[in-house]
């Protein structure tokens, strides 16, 4: 099983990009999946994640300025970010969880000039 995540880069405060992650290899059925991010020399945090019921949870920090969507039959989970911040700066990580265990992806760099 691997997570495939892109669509990280350099871009300016108030600007956009979209990550996507794409799941592959034998997944099985996914409880939940979405973004951390871990910011230099702090920890890793939630960013946004939906479930198989399709509740969304995002962290207050993101509320709307990102939106999280998702392709379940291809077992892909997208990230919209929007007005971007010099503070969402960090590596951003998509992960799954199935039957209480989280894969991670290996995060991709965003950064948020000023």
């Known amino acids: 099983v691997q997570l495939q995540a892109s669509g990280g880069g350099l871009v300016q405060a108030g600007g956009s990009l979209r990550l996507s992650c794409a799941v592959s290899?034998?997944?099985?059925?996914?409880?939940?999946m979405g973004w951390y991010r871990q910011a230099p020399g702090k920890q890793r945090d939630l960013v946004a994640r939906?479930?198989?019921?399709?509740?969304?949870k995002y962290a207050d920090s993101v509320k709307g300025r990102f939106t999280i969507s998702g392709e379940g039959a291809k077992n892909t989970v997208f990230l919209q970010m929007n007005s971007l911040k010099p503070d969402d700066t960090a590596v951003y990580f998509c992960?799954?969880?199935?039957?209480?265990?989280?894969?991670w992806g290996r995060g991709t760099l965003v950064t948020v000039s000023s």
């Open positions: 290899g034998n997944v099985g059925y996914i409880n939940d």
């Open positions: 939906v479930t198989d019921a399709g509740t969304i």
């Open positions: 992960y799954f969880n199935q039957m209480g265990h989280d894969y």
